[in-house]
């Protein structure tokens, strides 16, 4: 959304399935004359058909995503992977002790 002409986009995604969706995102982003370095973040990276060379576009320059799916570690992307274990394991202990979950919320 908005102009980003000349900036370093960030696109969030939910699931990176096939890569299309991401793919046509980073078209478009250039497209509008984003600067060449696209950050993308997903939660779950499925990584299956043809996205891997989808997202070896060399100006989606970091691909972070989390360990909720196993992601072979030669993978040729710019992956940076996020574990979801502290914070799942912070989650159980707070309901096991009746705590709330809500102080786990980050709020910017």
Known sequence: ?????????????????????????VKALLQARCAPEITVVASHALLVGPAIERLRDPTV????VT?????????PLPLQIAGLGPLLAD??????????LSDMLVHA
């Open 1 to 25: 959304m908005g102009d980003v002409q000349g900036r370093a986009p960030l696109i969030v995604d939910d699931l990176i399935s096939t890569g299309g969706t991401i793919e046509a995102a």
């Open 61 to 64: 320059r970091r691909l972070i």
């Open 67 to 75: 360990d909720s799916v196993a992601v072979l570690p030669e993978t």
């Open 91 to 100: 989650a159980i202990e707070r309901l096991h002790d009746n705590q709330s």
